[in-house]
T-cell receptor, first 111, second 114 residues
Framework: QKEVEQNSGPLSVPEGAIASLNCTYS??????FFWYRQYSGKSPELIMF????GDKEDGRFTAQLNKASQYVSLLIRDSQPSDSATYLC???????????FGKGTTLSVSS | GAVVSQHPSWVICKSGTSVKIECRSL??????MFWYRQFPKQSLMLMAT?????????EQGVEKDKFLINHASLTLSTLTVTSAHPEDSSFYIC??????????FGPGTRLTVT
């Protein structure tokens, strides 16, 4: 059974702080890794994807991948109240197949 | 990023009727589309994988005769909920694969069956 694990939270951080979201996956054959943000009542929005070990930065977001540890994380710098949402980690084993999602981590940024 | 649309965004129907939901990739061709269902405060649940020109692959426990999926072109997939019942009320979301790995979601369709 391929699994993606996330801490459900809620993770609470003050405005301006760094939010760190973590995810582990069970299938070593996983090829690609995604972070989606989902606001309540809305569909998921793709924030970042990463394929190779290391860091990938895009604005305030940094995705980190460690395939040896089967671990992927998302850092949000200078967190804003508008970042408050559920963050879904997803992995893909093979192109064209469905993503395997974690249950999501709820982030709350207080002003 | 790639844009995926869904229509309608919300629909209310009477029990026993059928409802069709359309999913379109607007600026790319999607050989594969996926249909999900999400109940309040729960995770996304994959219902089926839809490939253009072939029959959809349904996840275990999803009734293929109740949830009819047609992927008629590289930009359009439809989900028809047949003989809908109140327990089918949910948030239905499609996604489309770009280049094999990246998947973009449509805005979702909220179905309420009365």
């Amino acid at each position: 059974q391929k699994e993606v694990e996330q801490n459900s939270g809620p993770l609470s951080v003050p405005e301006g702080a760094i939010a760190s979201l973590n995810c582990t996956y069970s299938d070593r054959g996983s090829q690609s890794f995604f972070w989606y943000r989902q606001y309540s009542g809305k569909s998921p929005e793709l924030i970042m994807f990463i394929y190779s070990n290391g860091d990938k930065e895009d604005g305030r977001f940094t995705a980190q991948l460690n395939k040896a540890s089967q671990y992927v994380s998302l850092l949000i710098r200078d967190s804003q109240p508008s970042d408050s949402a559920t963050y879904l980690c997803a992995v893909n084993v093979q192109a064209g197949t469905a993503l395997i999602f974690g249950k999501g981590t709820t982030l709350s940024v207080s002003s | 990023g790639a844009v995926v649309s869904q229509h309608p965004s919300w629909v209310i129907c009477k029990s026993g009727t059928s409802v069709k939901i359309e999913c379109r990739s607007l600026d790319f061709q999607a050989t594969t589309m996926f249909w999900y269902r999400q109940f309040p405060k729960q995770s996304l649940m994959l219902m089926a994988t839809s490939n253009e020109g072939s029959k959809a692959t349904y996840e275990q426990g999803v009734e293929k005769d109740k949830f009819l999926i047609n992927h008629a072109s590289l930009t359009l997939s439809t989900l028809t909920v047949t003989s809908a019942h109140p327990e089918d009320s949910s948030f239905y979301i499609c996604s489309a694969a770009v280049g094999g790995y990246e998947q973009y979601f449509g805005p979702g369709t909220r179905l309420t069956v009365t």
